[in-house]
């Protein structure tokens, strides 16, 4: 079945980056977009980016833009995001999730990785 | 961006139906499809689909749930209301990006 196994938590100081993986199996990892997904503390869901493993083509919401970057590895399946000059506003659950092959809608979601920026 | 509009909450008694509303600020349907998803998120969990495109009930899923609307306004519904349902509801829309998500509703018992 499809599983996206998410690294853990991590905690990073104001201004630092911070790197999160999200390992795919149950499925062709080429051939579905990598969505990620930000929700911040007993707060809605906010759509960061996506990528396409195959060719590595990514999009991305303009909030986003310039501070996450989004690869992957194609073996072993794994998607990565990274993001950047973190503030306490970045401190939120972020989940990996897989678009659908035909539809534009998220069928299958990550754990989550809870990351703290704090001093 | 596109705003989708849930109210916070909803209060329902068990094995009654519960109408969970989503108002686009603008149109997310196309002439062929509607494109507004939901999803349910229990506590501590990740979300998971429930209806995509509007009305087409994601699979292994009860058919208590339901989805129906277009243009700009959507509905979930679920009925009967079961206690395995009390979580918080999303909608999203997927017709532009950024794709974005309303505020959830979070259905409590009455």
């Known amino acids: 079945q499809v599983k996206l196994l998410q690294s853990g938590a991590a905690l990073v100081k104001p201004g630092a980056s911070v790197k999160m993986s999200c390992k795919a199996s149950?499925?062709?990892?080429?051939?579905?977009?990598v969505n990620w997904v930000k929700q911040s503390h007993g707060k809605s869901l906010e759509w960061i980016g996506e990528i396409f493993p195959n060719s590595g083509a990514t999009k991305f919401n303009e909030n986003f833009k310039g501070r996450a970057t989004l690869t992957v590895d194609k073996s072993p399946s794994t998607a990565f995001m990274e993001l950047s000059r973190l503030t306490s506003e970045d401190s939120a659950i972020y989940y990996c999730?897989?678009?659908?092959?035909?539809?534009?809608?998220?069928?299958?979601w990550g754990q989550g990785v809870m990351v703290t920026v704090s001093s | 961006d596109i705003v989708l509009t849930q109210s916070p909450a909803l209060a329902v008694s068990l094995g009654q139906r519960a109408t969970i509303s989503c108002r686009a600020s603008?149109?997310?349907?196309?002439?062929?499809?509607?494109?507004m998803n939901w999803y349910q998120q229990k506590p501590g969990q990740q979300p998971k689909l429930l209806i995509y495109?509007?009305?087409n009930l994601a699979s292994s899923l009860p058919a208590r749930f339901s989805g129906s609307g277009s243009g700009t306004d959507f509905t979930l519904t679920i009925n009967p209301v079961q206690a395995d349902d009390i979580a918080t509801y999303y909608c999203q829309q997927t017709r532009e990006l950024p794709r974005t998500f309303g505020g959830g509703t979070k259905l409590e018992l009455k």
């Open positions: 149950g499925y062709t990892f080429t051939d579905y977009w």
């Open positions: 999730t897989r678009r659908d092959y035909y539809g534009s809608y998220i069928d299958f």
């Open positions: 495109e509007s009305s």
């Open positions: 603008q149109s997310v349907s196309t002439s062929s499809y509607n494109f």
